[in-house]
T-cell receptor, first 114, second 112 residues
Framework: SQTIHQWPATLVQPVGSPLSLECTVE??????LYWYRQAAGRGLQLLFY??????ISSEVPQNLSASRPQDRQFILSSKKLLLSDSGFYLC?????????????FGPGTRLTVL | EDQVTQSPEALRLQEGESSSLNCSYT??????LFWYRQDPGKGPEFLFT???AGEEKEKERLKATLTKKESFLHITAPKPEDSATYLC?????????????FGQGTTLQVKP
């Protein structure tokens, strides 16, 4: 069976500090990977998606970046955090190469920028 | 503009009181509509996928239906453990990446 992990679970960072959130998927190969942000009381906003190693597409211009150094590893980064970066960050995966398939979400990372 | 709208934003039910949640969408070329359940502080949990108008899916007390413009999530005789936020999402167009657009969700509270 497939499992998706995210860490850390919670993070409190000062404004201007760097960020690195990690997501890994087990039990599948060549998945599509996604990063979403969910602000308080708001829906999920797609930030980045990847269909393969080194292939990253950005949906929203911001001070965040994503990388996919390995097939089942997806990393969300920032060089300098802003207050507006606070939120609940979710990683998701779907079966690679197949359209219109459901996405499966990880447990999320709660980020608070002070 | 491609968008997904869910109503109501919040719903309070007594245990056993059946109701429906609505998800309306305005996208070109719907490829799939998805329902998720999200508990506080957790990631969304996949419930259903619907691909074409007239399709229905069931799971325990939940039943999802799809028309050309909207989807309904029917909850029959809900229990307190059904309390959660229910999210609707769609994927559309020719892209094969499966990018989802989410609605804002309906927060359901079921009182015993």
């Amino acid at each position: 069976s497939q499992t998706i992990h995210q860490w850390p679970a919670t993070l409190v960072q000062p404004v201007g500090s760097p960020l690195s959130l990690e997501c890994t998927v087990e039990g599948t190969s060549n998945p599509n990977l996604y990063w979403y942000r969910q602000a308080a009381g708001r829906g999920l906003q797609l930030l980045f998606y990847s269909v393969g190693i080194g292939q990253i597409s950005s949906e929203v211009p911001q001070n965040l970046s994503a990388s996919r150094p390995q097939d089942r590893q997806f990393i969300l980064s920032s060089k300098k955090l802003l207050l507006s970066d606070s939120g609940f960050y979710l990683c998701a995966w779907s079966w690679g190469g197949l359209p219109a398939d459901e996405q499966f979400f990880g447990p999320g990372t709660r980020l608070t920028v002070l | 503009e491609d968008q997904v709208t869910q109503s109501p934003e919040a719903l309070r039910l007594q245990e056993g009181e059946s109701s429906s949640l609505n998800c309306s969408y305005t996208v070109s070329g719907l490829r799939g509509l998805f329902w998720y359940r999200q508990d506080p502080g957790k990631g969304p949990e996949f419930l259903f996928t619907l691909y074409s108008a007239g399709e229905e899916k069931e799971k325990e007390r939940l039943k999802a239906t799809l028309t050309k413009k909207e989807s309904f999530l029917h909850i029959t005789a809900p229990k307190p453990e059904d309390s959660a936020t229910y999210l609707c999402a769609v994927t559309f167009g020719s892209s094969n990446t499966g990018k989802l657009i989410f609605g804002q969700g309906t927060t359901l509270q079921v009182k015993p």
